[in-house]
Antibody
Framework: QVQLQESGPGLVKPSQTLSLTCTVSGGSISSGAKYWTWIRQHPGKGLEWIGYIYYTGSTYYNPSLKSRVTMSVDTSKNQFSLRLSSVTAADTAVYYC????????????WGQGTLVTVSS | QSALTQPPSASGSPGQSVTISCTGTSSDVGGYNYVSWYQQHPGKAPKLMIYEVSERPSGVPDRFSGSKSGNTASLTVSGLQPEDEADYFCSSYAGSNNRVFGGGTKLTVL
């Protein structure tokens, strides 16, 4: 059973960079069968797709966030990461890492989510 | 891309059926059979309930079913049970490696 766990600071100052890591257990991030994804949820709101990274390092980002997002993968640690630069209060949200199955077959495994608050 | 449109709320009594809609465009919902649905209880991560419009992952009760017509996808919950009360979100592939979510529907079991 694949499990995902987000980690990183829960408080980030405005204009700084938000950095989160997702650790994958119960399966290899290099298996090639998954798109490793970041999704966020503003308080009391819907879900927003941030983007994904493939184990090869190929990335695709939400066009609305593309200029500020960087994702990376560390196959030796079975982890993938998110960096979101120049954050504002509008980036305050619960951030989830998730895996998407092949052929766009839905997000089958999710982390429990981590709340990141942007505030001075 | 714009978020998919879902009704903010839906409700039904135990044992009844309820259908939640998810409306997009020909560039997302209407263009691909890659619509998925998620159930989210308060304070929990979303759970995949339906993928590829109408497929159920292992372990999801067959009371949950999905369909699509044109640019609108639907999730039907039959035989409503108290534990079905949750938020439900749809998602669709939107071409060019993009994905988009709906705004969510709060399902209340009366």
């Amino acid at each position: 059973q694949v499990q995902l766990q987000e980690s990183g600071p829960g408080l980030v100052k405005p204009s700084q960079t938000l950095s989160l890591t997702c650790t994958v257990s119960g399966g290899s991030i290099s298996s090639g069968a998954k798109y490793w994804t970041w999704i966020r949820q503003h308080p009391g709101k819907g879900l927003e797709w941030i983007g994904y990274i493939y184990y090869t390092g190929s990335t695709y980002y939400n066009p609305s966030l593309k200029s500020r997002v960087t994702m990376s993968v560390d196959t030796s640690k079975n982890q993938f990461s998110l960096r979101l630069s120049s954050v504002t209060a509008a980036d305050t949200a619960v951030y989830y890492c998730a895996s998407e199955g092949p052929s766009h077959s839905g997000y089958d495994y999710w982390g429990q989510g981590t709340l990141v608050t942007v505030s001075s | 891309q714009s978020a998919l449109t879902q009704p903010p709320s839906a409700s039904g009594s135990p044992g009844q059926s309820v259908t939640i809609s998810c409306t997009g465009t020909s560039s997302d919902v209407g263009g691909y059979n890659y619509v998925s649905w998620y159930q989210q209880h308060p304070g929990k991560a979303p759970k995949l309930m339906i993928y590829e419009v109408s497929e159920r992952p292992s372990g999801v009760p067959d009371r949950f079913s999905g369909s699509k017509s044109g640019n609108t996808a639907s999730l039907t919950v039959s035989g409503l049970q108290p534990e079905d009360e949750a938020d439900y979100f749809c998602s669709s592939y939107a071409g060019s490696n993009n994905r988009v979510f709906g705004g969510g529907t709060k399902l209340t079991v009366l």
